[in-house]
Every structure is written in structure tokens, then in C-alpha cells.
């Protein structure tokens, strides 16, 4: 029998040795409770003949094992998240040429990262962050986030804990298909055009007036899911009358007490979900 899937939530480093140690494994999850940890120092008992095997990594700390974990599996990695806060460890990371997914931190080290083959990228707020920075702020202490963007032409899929300015001048916009932000701001509305292979896209702020007049068969002609998710009344920004006026034409009806989902006509085809966060 071959042991294949591992999930630990105990940070001992006997247990963590003898994970290290398995062969074949292709799936290992840690969880550990992050408080008053001792993080392990690796002495030559750490060094087995054990060769790449990991598929996918879930941890949720930044320390010498999992520094171990990424060196030994680096040709066989595929999907890797990585909870931790305490940065992101790119000179590991940018030699996985098999990597697909990657959940992490936004960290200016991201930019390493840029030729690599990721197509689906989870993207974490620094603890640091507050949403009140401006585009400016953000340029400024997030530059090497802001030119991975600019210059990764490989993204096909994009979950944003924060607000990226210039995203719509990124290399990936033209080929994206899934896009999750925190909210659509003006600047991001005027470039949506740009996001010409878009099929589902999922803020959690009621878009503006201007966000949705951006929306059209021509704008987003792969649109098929506009997501979004809002608090309070279900469909709040639905009683603007502007914004009835910029949806009537896919509406069967007005819209009432229940979420409201629309058929486009013709090929355009959009899809409001419209979820209550209390």
C-alpha cells in the first residue's frame, strides 16, 4: 500500500521528519495552530534519499521545512498554497516548471515569478494592507506586485484580496476567464474591454453606474457570470433607477424580493447572483 494523501495539524518535528521522509506522496496539507511555535533547525537527519513527488502543498507557515518541501519537490509541484504571512519564498518557487495554482501573499517578490507557467493565481492582502490606500500607495509599496501584473502574460484565472492598480494593462487581460476583486473601480470599468476572453466575474461591492454601463455584448463578449456578492438588502443597487434602465433589456420582469438571474438575448448571456453577506 502507498500512502498518497497526508493532512497533519500537529507541528512536531518527529512527525513533520517522517513526512518529509515519505516516498511517493503527492498531496500533503499542514495546518498548524501558529502560536508559540519552535520552528525546527534541519540537521543532516533531515537529508534522505527521498526523491519529488508532491503534486500539491498546503501550508500555512514560512519556516525551514517548508523551505525542505519545496527544494526536494520543486520538479513536480503543481498546485501550492501557502498561508503564511511572513513572506514568499520565490527563489524556490521559480524553479517549479510544472506549477500551475499558486495561493499566496502579495509580496514585491511575486515579481520572479513573472515567466513562470502559473494560469490560476490566489492573491492575499498583505497584513499591513488597509483598504483605504490609494493607487499610489499601493504602486509604491507593492511595485514589484504592480510589474508582475504588467508583465505576466500567462494568467488565466484571478482571485484579488485587494485592489492592483492598472490591471486592465496587464498581459494577462486579453486572456483571463475567471477574475474575483474585492471591488470594480472606475479605472478598472473604463478597461474592461480589455478583458475580451472574460467569462465570470465576482466583486464583492455593488458595482457602479459606470461599472455596468461598461458591460456589453461588444465590451464582454465572453461574459456568461457576473457574481455579486453584497451586504445588507439582496439587491440594493438594483433600486437605482439608472441601473434598472441599464439592465431592463435582459430582465424578464423588475426586480423583487428573490435574487434576480437574467437571460441576455442573443449570444450575450448574463447571469446576476446576487448573495447577502448578514
Known amino acids: 500500500m502507498v500512502l498518497k494523501h497526508l493532512e497533519s495539524t500537529e507541528y512536531d518535528v518527529s512527525v513533520l521528519r517522517l513526512v518529509s521522509s515519505i516516498p511517493d ?15 525546527p533547525v534541519l540537521d543532516s537527519s ?3 534519499e527521498v526523491g519529488p513527488s508532491l503534486k500539491l502543498l498546503d501550508y500555512n507557515l514560512v519556516d525551514a521545512v517548508l523551505e525542505l518541501l519545496l527544494k526536494r519537490h520543486a520538479p513536480t509541484l503543481e498546485d501550492l498554497s501557502l498561508r503564511g504571512t511572513a513572506g514568499l519564498p520565490a527563489s524556490y518557487i521559480v524553479r517549479m516548471p510544472r506549477l500551475r495554482s499558486l495561493e499566496c ?6 515579481f520572479e515569478l513573472r ?30 506586485v504592480v510589474e508582475f501584473f504588467r508583465i505576466a502574460s500567462q494568467l488565466r484565472v484571478l482571485y484579488l484580496d485587494f485592489h492592483v492598480p492598472s490591471l ?38 455593488a458595482p457602479s453606474y459606470i461599472f455596468l454601463r461598461a458591460v456589453s455584448p461588444k465590451s464582454t463578449p465572453c461574459l456568461t457570470r457576473l457574481e455579486v456578492i453584497a451586504a445588507g438588502c439582496r439587491h440594493a ?11 431592463f433589456p435582459w430582465w424578464p420582469g423588475r426586480p423583487g424580493s428573490r435574487p434576480v438571474r437574467c437571460q441576455p438575448r442573443g449570444q450575450f448571456r448574463l447571469r446576476l447572483t446576487l448573495t447577502s453577506l448578514t
Open 237 to 247: 443597487f438594483l433600486h437605482n433607477a439608472a441601473i434598472q434602465d441599464v439592465l
Open 25 to 39: 506522496l503527492t498531496h500533503l496539507t499542514c495546518s498548524f495552530p501558529v502560536r508559540s511555535l519552535t520552528l
Open 115 to 144: 515567466s513562470s507557467p502559473l494560469d490560476t493565481l490566489y492573491l492575499r492582502a498583505p497584513e499591513w494592507m488597509q483598504k483605504s490606500f490609494s493607487k499610489k500607495e499601493v504602486e509604491s509599496l507593492l511595485p514589484g
Open 168 to 205: 486592465a494593462e496587464s498581459a494577462s487581460a486579453c486572456l483571463l476567464k475567471t477574475l474575483n476583486v474585492p471591488d470594480v473601480p472606475d479605472e478598472l470599468a473604463a478597461g474592461l474591454h480589455k478583458f475580451t476572453s472574460l467569462r465570470t466575474l465576482t466583486t464583492s461591492t
Open 105 to 110: 501573499v502579495g509580496d514585491n517578490s511575486l
Open 46 to 48: 533531515w537529508d534522505l
